[in-house]
């Protein structure tokens, strides 16, 4: 482990240590290049919008795509945060993986077709580096009982949504309305600013996150040289699949990529209850933590339909002109983080409210809360189709609550995820635990490119029934959640609760 600071008494940034400035910059840089990004990716990849043409590809290759670059993203998380641990230490992985992303960008920001893989390629590379890396950083700057940590993650958290509204106004209409190379491109400055800014201010987070575990030196060459073979391996299969000596149907990838994040957690999670060798109480909470990961999963691959089949359909069915202006289709996207930036603090303290009345709801609850609002964002959705069935375009006003239930729904599931997983995880695996929280976001976000493809696939028509379905699993996954919430829940608030 790296070195874990003293209580600090350093109160720089909002009552916070200096160090969590720099990061908060860094993270917002990071997710306006992403987000920004992510918003002009499905429309660029499809037809375009109105004006500005773009490659042209089917909803449903474009849709898996999407899917496979945003499962890649967070999968790539857990060899990321691996690397750190063992290699490059915390804040040389956020470094490294800041500088890929730009380049990832700038490549995008080639107006060439042949260079678009390689640019997601890099992007989602660089983000596995970076973003479980700067979370942990976070949890370092504060010692395991300083109270202000909660605090501290959620100041982070903002850093996120602001980044990401920076994203999709700048990128997003840069890249709509005058060409999507310059949104790209705008992308990898924000990402570059990010990386100067983590250049310039990094000594403010002193020894938090600078040094890799300790480990024997030999054993250290021989994860470098492996590290090599991989990245070996993996120039080559890109480097020969964008001199046309391979393809393979995106769709095709995106199905046994999802197989195979579905295997390595049924791996892991039995391996973890079975021959892990963790006492009772530990694998009731990691049995938790199970429900906990479906759940997370179930809800990212509705959540994430945002970049993907809500997009198209608010680019074919919505009306976005107000008077003389017509607003960029990915500016939608605005409403999730704003929501966020806005109604943060007030679940914060909601949790706060209800513990002191004993009536805080405990985590399968709160997950299953979050898959019902999700649901109920869909109903609202189908509603919306069946109106633009009747006449299209429909108004804004569909999207925007859809959009607030979601996010309602994150606020109740995401940090309350995050925090679980710190809390419950068998404190031996805590590392990995955090993975396979990641591992949740990355299995959401490849069902929601199979999903939204199969929802986009023939205009109105197709998506009924794929947003019918999700408001169906998501529902039974709540009651599920919700029904063994009574046998199963993290030991140690049981025995809170007995108090
Ligand atoms: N919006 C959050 C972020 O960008 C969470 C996304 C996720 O876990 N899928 O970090």
Not at 225 to 239: D, E, K, N, Q, Y
Not at 241 to 261: H, K, N, T
Not at 315 to 325: A, E, Q
Not at 366 to 378: N, Q
Request: hydrophobic share 50%.
């Amino acid at each position: 482990m790296s070195t874990v600071r003293e209580k600090s008494e350093d109160t720089y940034f909002f009552g916070h240590p200096k160090g969590l400035m720099t990061l908060f910059f860094t993270e917002m840089w990071e997710r306006m290049s992403y987000y920004g990004m992510r918003g002009l990716l499905v429309l660029y990849m499809t037809i375009g919008v109105a004006g500005n043409p773009g490659m042209d590809w089917s909803n449903i290759q474009a849709n898996a795509i999407y899917g496979i670059y945003a499962g890649m993203v967070y999968f790539l998380a857990v060899p990321g945060g691996w690397i750190a641990d063992n290699i490059l230490g915390y804040q040389r992985s956020v470094l490294i993986g800041a500088i890929i992303i730009t380049l990832g960008h700038f490549t995008l920001a080639i107006p060439l077709e042949q260079t678009f893989i390689l640019g997601l390629v890099f992007v989602a590379l660089g983000t596995g580096l970076l973003k479980p890396n700067i979370s942990s950083i976070v949890g370092q700057l504060y010692s395991q009982n300083d109270s202000r940590r909660d605090s501290g993650f959620t100041i982070f958290y903002m850093s996120i949504n602001i980044g990401s509204m920076l994203g999709f106004a700048v990128c997003g209409w840069l890249g709509e309305k005058v060409g999507w190379h310059l949104g790209f491109g705008a992308a990898g400055i924000g990402m570059l600013l990010g990386v100067t800014q983590f250049i310039l201010f990094r000594h403010q987070l002193g020894d938090a996150g600078k040094y890799p575990n300790k480990i024997n030196e030999q054993t250290r060459r021989n994860y470098i040289s492996g590290v090599g073979l991989v990245i070996f391996i993996v120039t080559f299969i890109v480097v020969s699949g964008m001199a046309g000596l391979w393809s393979i149907d995106p769709v095709y990838f995106a199905e046994r990529f999802r197989d195979f994040l579905v295997i390595i957690s049924v791996i892991y999670f039995i391996y973890l209850l079975f021959f892990a060798g963790l006492n009772t109480d530990e694998k009731r909470n990691v049995l938790m933590l199970l429900l906990l990961f479906i759940g997370a999963a179930a809800f990212w691959s509705g959540f994430d339909q945002s970049a993907g089949s809500l997009t198209i359909f608010t680019r074919d069915y919505v009306s976005l002109t107000f008077g003389s202006f017509i607003a960029p289709v990915s500016w939608t996207q605005f409403l999730n983080p704003l929501f966020v930036v806005m109604f943060a603090p007030f679940f914060a303290y909601l949790w706060v409210f209800l513990g002191k009345r004993n009536l805080d709801p405990n985590m399968p609850v709160k997950f299953a809360i979050g898959l019902i609002l999700m649901a109920i964002g869909f109903i609202v959705m189908i509603f919306a189709v069946k109106f633009a069935l009747v006449s299209s375009p429909v108004g804004v006003q569909w999207l925007l609550l859809t959009y607030l239930l979601h996010t309602f729904g994150e606020l109740t599931l995401s940090p309350v995820g995050l925090s679980a997983f710190s809390k419950y995880s068998p404190k031996k695996y805590l590392g990995q635990m955090m993975g396979i929280w990641f591992l949740a976001s990355s299995l959401g976000g490849v069902l929601a490119g199979l999903l939204g493809g199969e929802a986009t696939q023939s205009g109105l028509q197709s998506m009924t029934p794929v947003f019918t379905n999700l408001v169906y699993y998501c529902l039974a996954i709540a009651g599920i959640l919700i029904g063994l919430s009574f046998f199963i829940k993290g030991v140690s608030e049981e025995k809170e609760d007995q108090k």
